[in-house]
């Protein structure tokens, strides 16, 4: 009978050791289950600022890993203050991190969560470039170029642009809020 006994717990380790060993290469690249964060950027746009001191910008942060991660700073060259806000029951504020689900994504957009730049020396006008540095809780920080646009643009023109090449008027390599590795 001892090795009746045996038997369960021989089959339970032999189990845990398969599922610790996984399916070989490649598993934690963007299999959503587990993984590290696996984060790019789209949308990004920054309309003409209606006040001179301040502009809005806005992108969505999408995570295709199996691991949570939040974006927890922004730094740009256009001012050395750009604040994360978020908008609840039409009140604005301040925080100090923002959500980037696993397999999910963060939008930052007109009305909700949204970057904010402040103190500007020199606003920015339309077909401008503006430089932006994200940094995030786990992952490396993301450096995305994004088009200033005219004061009343939505976003809808620059959604599904990845990957896309030869758009006109949409920065140096045709692309509309692309990222930049580091």
Do not use: I, K, Q
Request: aromatic share 2%; charged share 20%; with cysteine.
């Amino acid at each position: 009978m001892t090795g009746a006994r045996r038997l369960p717990w021989a089959l339970v380790l032999a189990g845990a050791l398969l599922a610790g060993c996984g399916g070989g290469e490649g598993d934690d690249e963007g299999s959503g289950e587990g993984g590290a964060p696996e984060l790019s950027v789209t949308g990004a746009y920054l309309p003409e600022p209606v006040n001179p001191e301040v502009a809005g910008g806005f992108l969505t942060v999408h995570n295709a890993g199996g691991t949570d991660d939040a974006l927890v700073s922004v730094s740009s060259d256009l001012t050395g203050s750009v604040e994360m806000h978020e908008t609840v029951e039409n009140a604005m504020r301040r925080v100090g991190e923002l959500p980037v689900p696993a397999g999910g994504a963060l939008a930052l957009e007109r009305g909700g969560s949204h970057l904010m730049f402040v103190d500007l020396a020199e606003p920015p006008v339309e077909g401008d470039v503006v430089t932006v540095e994200l940094r995030f809780e786990v992952s490396e920080p993301l450096t995305v170029e994004v088009p200033v646009e005219s004061a009343t643009h939505t976003g809808g023109e620059h959604e599904d642009h990845g990957g896309h090449g030869g758009h006109e008027g949409h920065g140096e390599d045709g692309e509309a809020g692309e990222e930049h590795s580091p």
